[in-house]
């Protein structure tokens, strides 16, 4: 890992000089390379600078960053080291480095929110960090990644594009905008089935009497749609089940015909909002267990299944 890079390191690493201790180091190591660069914004957005980083990917160099914000040199840019978190993001996700080059995904995750009145909706329990972990893994991946997300308190993934939505009914449009033709599917949101069959316009008042009735619609079956639609090249579906979690996740994976099920069991120990999980990734007729570990390296696994389908 070298974290910053200079200008003037990546223009050392691509044309292979060793004049010091630390390009000597990157010449000799046999071990993967993640390049933090850091600069100022007109010498990162320099041809000469993005034809190193460029020949640098070729070889199988993870470049991660730069953000954009304030630099020390007083000017606001593209240039500033990434974030700490994305670093160890990618240090977890380093074996997954080009495994989609050239591939298109499309995620869906976090809860969708269904309004009952302008204050009061129906939810389910939702972090939305299995789907963030995942885009971020598919974008290190070198996948072009949409990442459409229900209302969560992460921050968005870095170089992934972001669409934010709040009911299943949005989330559904925007997937089927967003599904091209041999697009990798994953449907990771935790979507609500249902929808109240009418909207309040105004705050239901709590009253002594008999608590109101509720009526429900079904809502769009986006995974089901998805799959119907015979436009993606794998389409991965998400079951969080509380019981027969094997079972009902298989029967999910059939019924909807999705490449690969993932199943995963709620409970308070493996809380959706844990940074660990354990998942069993099924097919018709295999399954395969992922042990319980932290979700950014759980992501990267399933990726990397995921890389091996898309390349059959």
Known sequence: LIAPASANCLAKFAQGLADDLLTTLYLVTETPVIICPAMNKSM???????????????RGVMIVGPDSGSQACGEFGLGRLTETHIIIDALRLVSVCGQLKGQNVLITAGPTREALDPVRYLSNNSSGKMGYALAQAAYFAGADVTLISGPTALPIPFGVKHCSVISAKEMHQQVMAHLHQGAIFIGCAAVADYAPLSVNTQKIKKSNQDAPSLQLTLNSDILADVAKANKASLVIGFAAETNDVLTNARKKLLAKNL?????????????????????????????MPLPLMNKVRLAGQIITILAKMATK
């Open 44 to 58: 990162w957005h320099h041809p000469a600078t993005q034809d190193n980083c460029t020949l640098l990917q070729q």
């Open 259 to 287: 490449a690969r099920g993932i199943a995963n069991q709620v409970s308070e120990a493996l809380g959706d909002n844990n940074e660990g999980s354990e998942v069993t990734v099924m097919a018709a007729e295999t399954q």
